[in-house]
């Protein structure tokens, strides 16, 4: 099993900047992607950024290109989103998410079927 521990998030105005944090502890062997999920109230869930454990690569949403940056800390399992130029519509719950494609083969993807391990999640909000 993987435990991820989330903080930050809050609420700031639109063109302001957040930032969240994720570790992950347990059988972090098993874990190749960490990065983040969001979901507003009434949409889908979207794969927002992911780095690849010591692997260099990084995933971002096409909606955060830009804007968004994830960085990590592999001694501590733990990854960093800042969220810079932010707008109302970044607005949602955003989960911490832990697993990668299988067997690690293939890069990080924001699709949730192929992360096993979330967060209780954090909210963000942006008011405009």
């Known amino acids: 099993q993987v435990q991820l521990v989330e903080s930050g998030g809050g609420s700031v105005q639109a063109g302001g900047s957040l930032g969240l944090s994720c570790t992950a502890s347990g059988s972090t062997y098993s874990v190749h992607c960490l990065g983040w999920f969001r979901q507003a109230p009434g949409k889908e869930r979207e794969g927002v950024a992911f780095?690849?454990?010591?692997?260099?690569?990084?995933y971002y949403a096409d909606s955060v290109k830009g804007r968004f940056s994830i960085s990590q800390d592999d001694a501590k399992n733990t990854v960093f989103l800042q969220m810079n130029s932010l707008k109302s519509e970044d607005t949602a719950k955003y989960y911490c998410?832990?697993?990668?494609?299988?067997?690690?083969?293939?890069?990080?993807?924001?699709?949730?079927?192929?992360?096993?391990?979330w967060g209780q999640g954090t909210q963000v909000a942006v008011s405009s």
């Open positions: 998410a832990a697993g990668g494609p299988l067997y690690g083969l293939g890069p990080c993807r924001g699709d949730p079927s192929d992360y096993d391990y």
């Open positions: 780095a690849s454990i010591g692997g260099g690569h990084t």
